[in-house]
C-alpha cells in the first residue's frame, strides 16, 4: 500500500510560481509512474502532467510550456514546478502512483492517490 502526501500549496498571485511535492510512503517508488492532476470547483479532473519510473515525461495540454515534473527516487518524492500561474489554475492538486505507462493522461491507470493539495491564483 502506497501513501502519497501532498504538500506546497497555498495563494499566489497571477504571474507566480509555486512548486508543489509529494511524498510517497509503503512502497517501492522507484518502481511507480507519478502524475499530477488537477480539479477546478465544478469541473471534472484533469490531467496535468506525469513522470515514468526511468524519467520520461508526458504533459496535459492546460499547462504544458508552464509546468515541469520530476522526481527524486532517494526521497521518494516527486515535484509540480508550476510557472506563471493564471487564476484559472486554482484547483485542489492531486498526485498519483500507478505501475502502469500506457495510458498516462487517464486516471485509471494510478492506483494510489493523495488529498490534494489547494492552489488559489488571485490578486
Known amino acids: 500500500q502506497v501513501q502519497l502526501v501532498e504538500s506546497g500549496g497555498g495563494l499566489v498571485q497571477p504571474g507566480g510560481s509555486l512548486r508543489l511535492s509529494c511524498a510517497a510512503s509503503?512502497?517501492?517508488?522507484?518502481?511507480?509512474?507519478m502524475g499530477w492532476f488537477r480539479q477546478a470547483p465544478g469541473k471534472e479532473r484533469e490531467f496535468v502532467a506525469t513522470?515514468?519510473?526511468?524519467?520520461?515525461?508526458y504533459y496535459g495540454d492546460s499547462m504544458k510550456g508552464r509546468v515541469t515534473i520530476s522526481r527524486d527516487n532517494a526521497k521518494y518524492t516527486v515535484y509540480l514546478q508550476m510557472n506563471s500561474l493564471k487564476p484559472e489554475d486554482t484547483a485542489v492538486y492531486y498526485c498519483?502512483?500507478?505501475?502502469?505507462?500506457?495510458?498516462?493522461?487517464?486516471?485509471?491507470?494510478?492506483?494510489?492517490w493523495g488529498q490534494g493539495t489547494q492552489v488559489t491564483v488571485s490578486s
Open positions: 513522470i515514468s519510473r526511468t524519467g520520461g515525461t
Open positions: 509503503g512502497g517501492t517508488f522507484s518502481t511507480y509512474a
Open positions: 498519483a502512483a500507478g505501475l502502469s505507462f500506457l495510458a498516462p493522461s487517464r486516471e485509471y491507470q494510478y492506483d494510489y
